[in-house]
Every structure is written in structure tokens, then in C-alpha cells.
């Protein structure tokens, strides 16, 4: 993968099984977020194939039915509030098969039932953080991609996300790829480690002992 | 890199429509009285000022059957060209936000989804579509005006007709080219040449028109083509450009079902992000987008500071940015015959008024180019700090670059001016020189303003509410016409004489020795 004359990821051989969690991680400019990218199609590699859920990254409606991503901060609709915003989630990826949370279980699960009926404009960061990722659950999907997802997320709340990521929505079959900083809460959520360093993979473990 | 298919069942089925879902979300914007009375009253002022802006070229249709005077021919090639200079910039402003953008929030929620592209799509493109038909049919009948003394034949409904179908023609050119900008966004090379078709357009349109004023043989054949102008190539040009904008519309709307997300996540934050900065006059906000939008995925050779002053190598990042974009320098360099086609298109009492102001806001843009390090250390005054340098002497030496700016592109405007006949004489380019320097104040002061800040609470007198912002702007603008008083009076009268350099020369040691010796003195 390059950025003009830089290239940024190299000779990248990584195979991630279903209802498998990886945690990517490496250094700030790693490549981390560019991999993350490439897996879901916005960015297309100068070199070598991405085959994701069976084929290449298809900008169509099928490939965004069966991968979700959460990556830079989503703008709000200012008319619409947390409930509905899970509720508009879920509509545009009606027929709705295969494992999700409706919106009332989101709002619980994710802590944010005294803000349900609030504008998320008027949330804090780590609330509106906590609904890009419960949004990205409002709906099916094969693959979860996530960018960073422990920002601005307190302690406590990083091991119930973790726990939620491997029992229910690996535990349903869905795999889980995430660029991470946070060790602990990728050992939590049983995540595989692929480290990137210079462009490569330099180290590949499990991390579920770390802290659970 | 391989994941295998989970254990989940998916697929694809036919879902809720994007109809749908907006009607769910309009439902829920809450609307009140006030916006629509704001947008109700937005729109009529903007219906007042563009009939006010539109007043003055449509009267020159009466003027179709009169005889034409030389200076009718020069207004008619100089206007001719700015409408084309005006309508490459407009496919540049479009190119720069898109053209085709969803709203942030629609390209956050809506985008990655199993929705149907095109219906997602569908009604950015119509805003396209209809903005672009209507910005061309204004620019084919601004057109049309330009060339009204030489319209012929005439008759008493001669002008609206052709009038009619001047507008359809501009407006299926326009959509066609608006079309093209959107099959040309996907891919970055096609992208980089769309922009550099417009650009390049834009000067071939100023160069005529500059070409047409100086040589009577080419303004000639210009004005004879006008007049050659008939019903029926009026027709065949309206033709053309609808058959154009149809082929370019399908074209487009086929696109629409694959246009990639990444393009449009990318286009839609910034064209989000540039329109909110505009509506909401935030200046600061726009030339940051502008500079990120430059130099985000460039590599840049790094240099070492150079061995000067300390106070030079602290203004030496201005002159490292201005040689990073030598874009910025060309299109500084090409605006120069602007003041002298405008005087050129104009006429009567308000010419002198016009190209005095496009010199002062010409020179001020120049050396407001040379004044961003400035601009960036009154946010974080870090790097001044850790130089050491006094505020006095870190301005002077900032003072160089704009004061060179600002000098070279007075000048050579007002060679141009000259050369062009707008201004009789050959002394003007020395009072470039003698004003020049004055405007490096001018310009520092604008730098050290505190940015536009929209949420700043108003002060109430009682002649309305003013703006501590909209102030600090308007006293620049008065400092500015204070500093190159003389030159702008000489220029106004049309006429310059010895005294006008004596008095340039003390009104710009007076302007710029006095803004230093102040300025200087306050703390960054």
C-alpha cells in the first residue's frame, strides 16, 4: 500500500478466520488504519490481492451488508436523536438477517438510556464514541471493522465492549478486525495480535491472557 | 488476507428505499418559524442583489441597433472574457467542492450501507444539475449582454428571444461541463486535468480579452462575429449544449450507481466543512481547508533553516510556502490584468472607483499571501518565543515579503493598466513602487487580527448590532485606502503628477514606520 513514493504496508500476509477477533497494533503511523482501509475497499493496494469474506472489497450494497466500519467520527444528523439514529441504522440495512441488538438493548448495553431521547450532538465525546461503535451493532454484519474503537471510552466500560465483542458478536460468527493502542482491552475481547512495524508484520500472538 | 465466510445469514434482498429513509429524517427535523423565515429572507435578498447585479449589463441590450463606439467594442471583448474567466473559476469552485458531495451526516450514515447508490446520490446531483442550469443560463445571458451594442438584426422582440435562448445555452454548456467535473472526480489524474482545463481556460479567456483591447484587428474580429449572430446559430448553439448536457447527464447517471464511497466520503467532509465555513463567514476555517486540502498526501524535501538573522529565519517560512506553491505566485501573476479589464468593461463615473478598488484589493491579496507565519504565531506564539526575538523586529523582518508582494503586483498591474491604455502616461508603475511598501502594514495588521468569529456576541448601539469582527475588518479596509490615499486618488482622477510620488513616498514611510514602531511594541 502506498501514499505517493511512501509506502506504507509491505509484503502483508495475514489470513483472519471467521468469529475470529484481531487486534492490529503498532506504533502511531504503522499502517494500521491504512490496513483497515484496504479491508474495506476505500483504499486500494498498489500490490498483491485482499480477498475479504471470499472475494476482493467490493464497493456494492453486498459487501456493506456484511461489513461494518467504524473509523472517523461520523456527523450527526441534528434532527435525529440516539434512538433513531440506531433505528435509521437498522432501517438502511433492512431485511434485517443474521445477529444485531435492537435499540433499546444497544442503549442499555452501551450506557446511554438517559441520553436515548438527546441529540447526539449534545453528548459527550465518549458518549458519541460509544454510539458510532453500538450503531455499527444496530445492524447484520460478517465483519466488524474497527478504527481505534477505545477512544475516549472509559475503563470500565473498554472490558464490557471486549466481553460484548467475543461472547455475543464473535460468539454469533462475526469477525472482528481492529486497530488498537490499548492492549488490555484486546486481551479482554480474546483478540489474535498483529503487530506492524515498517511497513511488515513483526509480530502475530494471542493476547488473551493479558487481562481479561 | 483471507476471512472466511461466518456462519451468519446475509445476503442481499430488497431493502427499505433511500425515499424512505429521507422521509424518515425530514420528519424528525425540527424545524421552527425562524429558519424559514431565515431562509425565506435569504433568499430575497439574494433575488434583490442579483437583480441589482443584473440591472446594469441587461440595459445594455437597449443599446442593440445603436451605433457602437470604440470604447462599446473595448467593454464588449473585455466583458466577454470575464464572463468566460467567471464561468472556468465557477467550474473550479465546483471541481474544489466536488461536484458531487452528499451532506457529512448522509455520508457518514448513509454511504457504507446496502443502500442503492444512485437513489442515495440522486439528489445531490439534481442540486448539482439545477444549480449548475441556472449559474449557466445567468453567465449565457451575462454573455449575451456583452455583445449588445453589436446584436443584429434588431427588432422590438429581438432581446428576448435571443435572451432565452442565450440562458439555454449557457445553462446546457454549464450542466455539460458541471457533468464532465463528476465523471472526471472518481480518478485523481482526471480530476488534475478537469482543473487544469478550467484553469487554463480561464487565462486564454483573460489573455482574449486582453489580446481583443490591444490589437484592433482581433477586437474586430470579435465585435464582427457578434454581429454576425443570428436567430438560428442562437438555436443550434442552444441545441448543441442541450444535446451535450444530455450526453454528459446519462453519463453521469450511469456513474451514479458505482461512484466509489471513498471519493465521496472524502469530498463530502470537506465540501461539508467549506460551505458551513462559508455560511458562516469563517475565513480562517476556509484557507485552512484550502491548505489542508494543498499539502495533505504531499511529500515535501526538508530543509535546513537557513544562516540569517534570527528575526529573517523566523520570517523565512513565509518565503519556504510561497516557494512551495509557485501556483499561488502564477495565479497572483495572471490576476494583474485584472484591474485593467474591468476598467476596460466599465464605464462613466464608477470606472475610476472600480479599478482603484481592484488595485487595493488585488495588492492586499499579494501581500496577504507573504503574511501566514505571521497569522499561525498570534494562535501559538511558540516558535516566536523560542527565538527570542522582540515582537519589533520579528514584525520588520515579516514586513519584506508582504511589502514585496504587495509592490511587485502593484506595479506590474499598473504596467498593465498603462500598457492597456485604461490609464494615459507611463509613470504609473513608479507609483507601484512608492505604494507598494505602505500595504505590508496593511497586510501585517489583517494577519494579526483576531480570526472572524461568528458565536462573538454583537454590540448593540443604536443605529443595530455590530460585530467586534466585522469592525476590526472594516478598519482595515479604511487603513488600507489611508495608506495608498494618493495613489488611489491618481488613479481615480486618471491623471498622476509629481506630487502624487511625494506624497505615496510619506504616506507610505508614515504608514508602514508607524505600524511597526506600534505593533512592535505590543507582545505576540
Not at chain 1, 509506502?7 to 471467521?18: K, Q
Amino acid at each position: 500500500m502506498e501514499y505517493g513514493s511512501v509506502v506504507v504496508l509491505d509484503g502483508i500476509d495475514l489470513t483472519v478466520a471467521a468469529a475470529e477477533i484481531v487486534a492490529v497494533t503498532g506504533v502511531n503511523g504503522a499502517g494500521k488504519s491504512t490496513l483497515l482501509s484496504c479491508l474495506a475497499g476505500l483504499r486500494r493496494p498498489a500490490a498483491g490481492t485482499v480477498s475479504v469474506l471470499g472475494g476482493p472489497p467490493r464497493d456494492t450494497a453486498g459487501f456493506w451488508r456484511d461489513v461494518a466500519l467504524v473509523a472517523d467520527q461520523p456527523t450527526w444528523y441534528p434532527g435525529l436523536t440516539v434512538r433513531e439514529l440506531l433505528d435509521l441504522v437498522r432501517m438502511t440495512h433492512e431485511p434485517v438477517r443474521g445477529w444485531c441488538l435492537p435499540a433499546d438493548r444497544l442503549i442499555e448495553v452501551f450506557g446511554l438510556a438517559e441520553r436515548a431521547d438527546a441529540s447526539p450532538l449534545s453528548l459527550s465525546s465518549g458518549q458519541r464514541q460509544r454510539l458510532s461503535l453500538a450503531a455499527a451493532l444496530a445492524r447484520p454484519s460478517r465483519l466488524l471493522l474497527l478504527d481505534e474503537p477505545e477512544q475516549s471510552l472509559d475503563e470500565g466500560f473498554r472490558r464490557e465492549l471486549a466481553a460484548l465483542l467475543r461472547e455475543e458478536y464473535a460468539g454469533s460468527g462475526g469477525t472482528v478486525i481492529m486497530a488498537t493502542h490499548d492492549h488490555d482491552f484486546a486481551g479482554a475481547a480474546g483478540a489474535r495480535e498483529v503487530r506492524l512495524a515498517d511497513g511488515g508484520i513483526v509480530a502475530e500472538g494471542s493476547m488473551t491472557g493479558q487481562n481479561p | 488476507m483471507t476471512a472466511q465466510p461466518a456462519a451468519i445469514a446475509g445476503g442481499d434482498g430488497t431493502g427499505v428505499s433511500v425515499a424512505a429513509i429521507r422521509a424518515f429524517i425530514g420528519k424528525r427535523r425540527r424545524r421552527s418559524w425562524l429558519d424559514w423565515y431565515a431562509a425565506g429572507f435569504a433568499a430575497v435578498i439574494a433575488a434583490l442583489y442579483l437583480a441589482d447585479l443584473l440591472s446594469s449589463p441587461l440595459s445594455r441590450l437597449s443599446a442593440a441597433g445603436h451605433t457602437p463606439t470604440q470604447e462599446a467594442a473595448t467593454q464588449a471583448v473585455a466583458g466577454s472574457g470575464l464572463v468566460i474567466a467567471a464561468a472556468a473559476g465557477l467550474l473550479l469552485l465546483a471541481l474544489a467542492l466536488g461536484p458531487l458531495a452528499l451532506s457529512p451526516a448522509d455520508a457518514s450514515w448513509l454511504l457504507l450501507s446496502p443502500l442503492d447508490r444512485r437513489a442515495v446520490l440522486r439528489r445531490a446531483a439534481l442540486t448539482a444539475a439545477v444549480l449548475a442550469a441556472a449559474a449557466g443560463a445567468l453567465l449565457g445571458v451575462l454573455g449575451l449582454t456583452m455583445a449588445g451594442p453589436y446584436l443584429a438584426p434588431r427588432s422590438a422582440s429581438l432581446s428576448s428571444s435571443w435572451l432565452a435562448l442565450a440562458a439555454v445555452a449557457g445553462a446546457g454548456l454549464f450542466l455539460a461541463a458541471v457533468a464532465a467535473e463528476a465523471l472526471a472526480q472518481p480518478t485523481e489524474h482526471r480530476r488534475r486535468l478537469a482543473r487544469g482545463c478550467a484553469a487554463g481556460v480561464a487565462v486564454v479567456a483573460l489573455a482574449g480579452a486582453v489580446l481583443g483591447e490591444r490589437s484592433t484587428a482581433v477586437s474586430h474580429a470579435i465585435t464582427a462575429g457578434f454581429a454576425g449572430l443570428s436567430t438560428s446559430a442562437f438555436t443550434t448553439a442552444a441545441v448543441v449544449a442541450l444535446v451535450l448536457a444530455a450526453v454528459a447527464a446519462i453519463l453521469t447517471w450511469r456513474l451514479l450507481a458505482r461512484f466509489p464511497a471513498a471519493v465521496l466520503r472524502t469530498d463530502s467532509a470537506r465540501a461539508g466543512r467549506a460551505l458551513t465555513a462559508a455560511a458562516f463567514l469563517n475565513v480562517p476555517l476556509l484557507a485552512w481547508i484550502a491548505e489542508d486540502d494543498h499539502w495533505r498526501g504531499r511529500l515535501l524535501s526538508s530543509r535546513h533553516w537557513p544562516k540569517l538573522p534570527t528575526a529573517m529565519v523566523l520570517a523565512w517560512a513565509d518565503w519556504r510556502r510561497l516557494g512551495r506553491r509557485p501556483a499561488t505566485l502564477a495565479v497572483l501573476a495572471v490576476s494583474t490584468v485584472a484591474p485593467a479589464l474591468l476598467g476596460a468593461a466599465t464605464t462613466g463615473r464608477a470606472r475610476g472607483f472600480i479599478i482603484a478598488a481592484a488595485l487595493l484589493a488585488g495588492a492586499l491579496a499579494a501581500g496577504t499571501q507573504g503574511t501566514t507565519a505571521t497569522k499561525r504565531d498570534l494562535n501559538d506564539p511558540g516558535l516566536h518565543r523560542m527565538f527570542g526575538v522582540d515582537t519589533g523586529t520579528a514584525l520588520t523582518a515579516r514586513a519584506v515579503l508582504p511589502a514585496l508582494l504587495a509592490t511587485a503586483w502593484l506595479t506590474v498591474a499598473l504596467i498593465v493598466l498603462a500598457a492597456l491604455g485604461v490609464l494615459p502616461g507611463w509613470r504609473w508603475p513608479l507609483l507601484g513602487l512608492a505604494a507598494g511598501p505602505a500595504l505590508a502594514a496593511v497586510a501585517l495588521r489583517m494577519a494579526r487580527t483576531a480570526p472572524i468569529n461568528p458565536a462573538e456576541p454583537g454590540i448593540d448601539t443604536p443605529l443595530g448590532t455590530y460585530y467586534p469582527w466585522m469592525i476590526t475588518r472594516i478598519i482595515s479596509i479604511v487603513f488600507g485606502l489611508i495608506a495608498i490615499y494618493p495613489a488611489l486618488r491618481a488613479v481615480h482622477a486618471g491623471h498622476v503628477h509629481g506630487a502624487t510620488f511625494i506624497a505615496q513616498i510619506v504616506f507610505s514611510a508614515v504608514v508602514l514606520g508607524g505600524y511597526l514602531m506600534v505593533a512592535g511594541r505590543q507582545q505576540v
